[in-house]
């Protein structure tokens, strides 16, 4: 074995090349003099080698050491290139041969060299090559971060809401360039950041400035969306519709007696319960007649600030009753009730109350109701009139029974299959519950476990309750009934659709969400193309103040008007405007808080003061809401909610003011309490004393001459602590205080009515006969708000 090895080596050597184990060969090229140094004389390959000189002689043997030592060191080094090379191709994952192949080493062979390859260990490789390995990559990398910026030439596509960095790419220009161009504007350069949007003017300029034509780039076209809305069904077949209760709305003036009548229909106290015996939002229930049919009612709220929510009660149901007072015959509410009815196209049925009272006048309310197109049945209309007393019970059977026989004429049918139709009546927040609605059933049978969409958001049925709370299992047409699984609260007044799946609810609430937004952006742009017109006109106007002067002075003055400018910026603000209310609004249902808010959209008042409203919603009151409050410097109106007792001291801990009201009007109240104490006080000027100048003269105190005016009082005092006016032909020309006051020769303090006496003030103003005096003082007022809630 031994001898086949060393005959493979003396053949590779006669060959001029070397192969070694497990690495890639490699072409080698030395200098011809490394090799002369290293003590080997190349030759042609074919011809024969030099003889070694005898072992004799010592110069010999240490000539032949050195050689062999050199010889060894330049191993090593192929060695290490075969390593380096192996890596690197390793790191480009090229595929290696594993056959070894000879490569020739240069044109001069080294000779007879006793070389032994020895593999170095497979760690050692590595870290040798790896620096290297490193520097290759890390310059690739530069390489591919470099980013040449492209000339452009030509037209530069513009957008409108470029900004610096992009308007630099687009030009081919660095984002310096575009400063220096910045500089002939108006623009503050202190603000402008590379992702700063510029104007379309400035865009435009800044191309021209660089000497560059601009084109406007092309939108691009948005694909069309599918409309994945979810519809209402078409009619249904009349074969299959049965019969259903009709939907009964009681509309009227406040304190007409609504909740009073339903209380005695239903024989239940909620009268009681409201506060203040005033309804605050929708109530929807079920009345059975002792004959067998079934009424849904509803009650909504008679105040002011209820009107949208009375025209939501209209928009569902079937039947209106008119309740008026026959005491206080036709009011604000009944004509906007009536109104309400009118617009839905739903027929009225009057209940004139409260004719137990000896003052009650039945035939005054019928007759005033004639100049509002109420005919009733005595006047030839087809308006049933029926005379009550909700407290006492008289006549309830009456107008029973003349509800039922107008809902049997109108034939109220609905489809009691196929998916849930029905209008949310109310919507609120429950602690334990989470959100709930209030609905009326109008096409289909809910159940538990229907998937619901209402607005934007939708549910999965959990729960059913009736009026009273109890669980049901269905509800039919006409029924009303409490929806628990909502993700969200829906607003009241929105539709109700039942959809097939989950995955198909969240498919149409997110078209609408879509539908939103692109409502939005619309109303934006116009808000946006209206301020940039409005600025354009302004640049316009300033250049034409402008246009007269130099290049040099127009910089000039541009750069006075930029300097002032920064200096005169403002600070930032660390606390809120003081003439600033801002309002978080809680509220028990949607539509509480719905007519809080339409109360303070009618706020007309921003000069006086401004009405921030920060936040709104249902619910009891939070640590979200404090922490709002404190960050706005607010306060927190609560209507028919709680807050307990640590959200109170926190309140107190942090400066906040809490407001909790029953009553619609007192929280309206409270809240003009809260704007008058924002505004600044007024002065009022309160006269003292009058007197009339009668005749004129100076005194010379030193090398000046004051003038004095001799006077006498015909009303009141002159006090020399208040302050005075001096009135000429019904013009006040001074005001101020007296430098001296004298009775006689006196210095006296108080003159009083009827006493002469002689005056001079602090300003050396001359006096004329006929002047008048005003002693007054300044107190000051509290001011009121001029906002109008109307009511």
């Known amino acids: 074995m031994r001898r086949e090895r060393r005959a493979e080596r003396e053949a590779l050597r006669g060959r001029g090349a070397f192969s070694f184990p497990s690495l890639v060969p490699f072409p080698l090229f030395l200098p011809h003099s490394f090799l002369h140094s290293a003590g080997c004389q190349g030759r042609h390959p074919g011809a024969r080698r030099k003889a070694l000189p005898p072992r004799g002689g010592r110069a010999a043997a240490d000539s032949g050491e050195m050689n062999q030592g050199l010889l060894l060191r330049f191993e090593n080094l192929v060695q290490l290139r075969g390593a380096c090379q192996q890596l690197r191709a ?12 000879p490569v020739e080493l240069s044109a001069h062979p080294l000779g007879s060299l006793p070389l032994h390859p020895q593999l170095w260990p497979e760690h050692r490789l590595i870290s040798a090559a790896l620096p290297q390995c490193r520097h290759l990559a890390t310059k690739e990398e530069t390489k591919k971060k470099k980013k040449k910026i492209p000339l452009t030439k030509g037209e530069v596509e513009i957008r409108q809401r470029m900004t610096v960095e992009e308007l630099a790419q687009a030009m081919g220009k660095d984002i310096d360039h575009v400063y220096e161009v910045l500089l002939y504007t108006n623009i503050n ?42 519809v209402k069904r078409p009619p249904a077949d009349p074969a299959v519709l049965t019969p259903r209760p009709p939907v009964v709305t009681i509309l009227g003036h406040v304190d007409h007696g609504k909740t009073t009548l339903l209380d005695s229909l239903r024989k239940t106290q909620v009268a009681a319960m409201e506060a203040g015996g005033i309804t605050q939002h929708i109530g929807a229930f079920i009345v059975h007649m002792p004959s067998g049919e079934k009424i849904t009612f509803l009650d909504t709220p008679g105040h002011a600030a209820f009107s949208a929510m009375r025209a939501r009660g209209t928009n569902v149901t079937d039947i209106v009753i008119l309740v008026v007072a026959a005491e206080d015959g036709v009011m604000q509410q009944t004509i906007e009730s009536i109104q309400h009815a009118k617009n839905a196209g739903v027929p009225l049925i009057l209940a004139i109350n409260k ?20 005919v009733c049945e005595e006047f030839g209309g087809d308006v049933q009139a029926v005379n009550i007393s909700a407290l006492k019970g008289e006549n309830l059977m009456v107008l029973a029974e003349a509800t039922v026989a107008l809902a049997e004429m109108l034939e109220l049918k609905a489809d009691a299959t196929g998916l849930v139709e029905g209008t949310i009546i109310e919507s609120r927040k429950d602690k334990g519950k989470g959100p709930l609605t209030t609905a009326i059933i109008q096409r289909g049978t809910l159940r538990r476990g229907c998937v619901l969409v209402a607005g934007k958001t939708w549910a999965k049925v959990r729960f059913l309750f009736d009026e009273n709370g109890k669980a049901v299992d269905a509800a039919s047409p006409g029924t009303p009934v409490e929806i628990m699984g909502w993700k969200e609260s829906p607003s009241a007044g929105d539709e109700i659709l039942e959809v097939e799946s989950e995955q198909r609810a969240q498919e149409v609430v997110a078209w609408r969400t879509y539908v939103e937004q692109q409502e939005k952006m619309k109303k934006d742009l116009e808000v946006i193309e209206a301020k940039q017109k409005e600025h354009r006109v302004e640049y316009e106007k300033q250049q034409q103040k402008l246009a007269h002067l130099t290049w040099r002075q127009r910089k000039a003055v541009l750069y006075k ?11 930032e603000r660390t606390e809120m405007d003081e ?29 006086e003061c401004k009405l921030d409203i920060v936040y709104f919603g249902m619910g009891d009151i939070s640590e979200n809401d404090i922490s709002l409050a404190e960050a706005f410097n607010g306060v927190i109106f609560g209507f028919s909610v709680k807050a307990n007792e640590s959200i109170k001291k926190l309140a107190d801990k942090k400066g906040i003011k809490i407001k909790l009201h029953n009553i619609i009007y007192k929280l309206i109240e409270d809240l003009k309490d809260e704007l008058n104490s924002r505004l600044p006080p007024t002065l009022v000027e309160t006269t003292v004393g009058e007197a009339s100048v009668l005749d004129t003269f100076s005194v010379t105190v030193g090398k000046n001459k004051i003038p004095v005016a001799g006077c006498r009082v015909h009303k009141g005092l002159l006090d020399r602590k208040m302050k005075f006016k001096l009135i000429r032909n019904r013009d006040v020309i001074w005001k101020g205080c007296l430098s001296s006051l004298k009775h006689h020769k006196d210095d006296v303090q108080v003159i009083k009515t009827g006493m002469d006496c002689g005056l001079s003030l602090d300003k050396n103003l001359e006096f004329s006969i006929g002047d008048e005096i005003i002693c007054y003082e300044e107190k000051e007022v509290q001011q009121t708000t001029s906002w109008d809630p109307g009511f």
């Open 355 to 374: 004719c137990d009272k000896p003052e009650a006048d039945p035939e005054r309310v019928k007759k005033e109701l004639l100049a509002h197109d109420v």
């Open 561 to 571: 008007a930029n300097k002032q400018l920064m200096f005169s910026r403002p600070k």
């Open 189 to 230: 350069l202190d603000s402008v950041e590379p992702d700063s949007i510029l104007s379309e003017d400035h865009i435009k300029m800044i191309v021209q400035k660089s000497g560059m034509k601009y084109k406007s780039a092309k939108l691009k076209e948005e694909k069309e969306r599918k409309n994945t809305d979810a």
């Open 579 to 607: 003439n600033t209310l801002s309002v978080i609004v809680k509220g028990d249902v949607d539509g509480s808080v719905e007519a809080i808010l339409n109360i303070l959209d009618s706020y007309d008042c921003e000069d």
């Open 90 to 101: 390793l790191s480009s994952r090229k595929v290696c041969g594993a056959r070894w192949k």
